[in-house]
């Protein structure tokens, strides 16, 4: 599947170890990533040349061609926040992931649009399986 | 007009003197702000017996019903972010005001979508100024 993973850039990046984690375990399993860069710990120097338009409207038209949205919520982001309700909007399943015991917006936890899925983990098990749970109900 | 004030909320209110100060012209400029409260400093007590999902269920009814969004965009939000997204879908007027220096999300800085304004302030006499321009010219 084409797998759109939204993840915190300007918001902060101290979950970076968790959503290369993500990434390397979706790619393992065979499915493309556009994003997979932003996983990198490098990603500032990979982006940086970028005009702001020029990632917004790459990073719409993978929301807009991707099968469904893996999205890591555990650090505030408008850039992840709109992604999702993209993905919403044009009616592509999400997954919303976030470290048991962090505080997240009412907006994704109360998030009752078809689709939408919320869950929160332990650990990188966990959080394997949960992913593994929300793409086999699609196929 | 109806006015859909966005701000963070769970992100952090570091901004909230801010948020007040925005409720407080728009509504003294005739305005009907439905997320005036949002801009409170006794808001948890407002907000904290409410479930998730009435706050979703609210939220996304009014930035529906709104005649345009104005969000303040200093200080990262899943739900603001998210907000943005549902306005522009609906079509909606969307306004991004943040502070002069800050790094916001290239999604916003870079949003390409018709109807959507990204501007920073120096101090509440220019945000004033920026919010009169956006509101005269959809009248």
């Known amino acids: 599947m084409n797998i759109y993973f ?3 850039i300007t918001g902060g990046r101290d979950d970076q170890a968790v959503y290369y984690e993500i990434v390397r ?6 499915h493309e990533i556009p994003t997979a860069h932003l996983a990198s710990s490098d990603l500032d120097k990979l982006e940086n040349n970028l ?18 949205l893996i999205a890591e919520v555990s650090t505030p982001s408008h850039g992840v926040g709109y992604e999702i309700a993209e993905a919403v909007n044009k009616g592509k399943p999400a997954l919303c992931l976030y470290r048991s015991g962090v505080k997240i917006s009412k907006i994704i936890s109360g998030n ?12 990188l098990k966990q959080m394997r399986g949960l992913m593994i749970e929300f793409l086999s109900r699609l196929q």
């Not at 005009?51 to 469904?68: G, K, L, Q, T």
């Open 25 to 30: 375990f979706l790619q393992g399993e065979g």
């Open 51 to 68: 005009e702001p338009e020029e990632v917004f409207e790459r990073d719409i038209s993978w929301v807009r061609a991707c099968d469904v």
């Open 6 to 8: 939204s993840c915190s």
């Open 112 to 123: 009752t649009e078809k689709g939408v899925f919320v869950r929160s983990y332990r650990d």
